[in-house]
């Protein structure tokens, strides 16, 4: 009995010491990083009076939880750009993220991908690199969010408050010239 307990405590302490790498983890690291620009915007600061929604639209947002937006920009160097491009292809290569989009060009790359099931998406990821700007990840976090959620979000553009993330958008302008 007393090798059983051992066994199973020493099977638990392996399976809770995952070695494999999380987009969780790479982001926390990350956006205390002085290389990269980031911010972390929840639903409730993009869209601000849920009153002009429709039921179908309030559905759809109440499911996102968290925007995480990551970026390194091209002028903090090729051997960093390329070091955080080859980690995030690390960990966005797993299993449990499920590609949508690729595409792969000469200077560029694009990747749009989810985690979960087509029923329940956990997360939505978007992961882009130009050779002349940098590298740009995107992640949408929820619960219970179906395909037709995300479609429904993209098509409300007009009612999001972008002005939540101008400061982001004026932060990379900088940065680039």
Not at 77 to 104: D, H, M
């Amino acid at each position: 009995m007393k090798s059983f307990i051992i066994g199973i405590v020493a099977l638990s302490t392996l399976l809770a010491c995952n070695s494999n790498p999380s987009l969780q983890k790479y982001l926390v690291e990350k956006e205390s990083n002085p290389e990269f620009i980031s911010a972390s915007l929840s639903m409730d600061l993009l869209v601000q009076n849920l009153d002009s929604l429709s039921v179908e639209e309030k559905e759809s947002i109440q499911k996102i939880e968290k925007i995480n937006v990551l970026a390194l920009l091209k002028d903090k160097g090729e051997f960093i750009l390329e070091e955080e491009r080859t980690a995030l292809r690390t960990i966005l290569n797993q299993t449990e993220y499920k590609s949508l989009i690729n595409f792969n060009g000469a200077d560029r790359e694009a990747k749009f991908l989810y985690s979960g099931n087509e029923e329940d998406i956990r997360e939505v990821v978007f992961f882009g690199y130009d050779v002349k700007m940098g590298m740009l990840l995107l992640r949408m976090r929820g619960s219970n969010i179906e395909p037709n959620d995300i479609f429904k979000i993209t098509q409300m553009g007009d009612k999001l408050n972008l002005g939540a993330i101008s400061g982001f958008e004026d932060l990379m302008e900088d940065s680039m010239q």
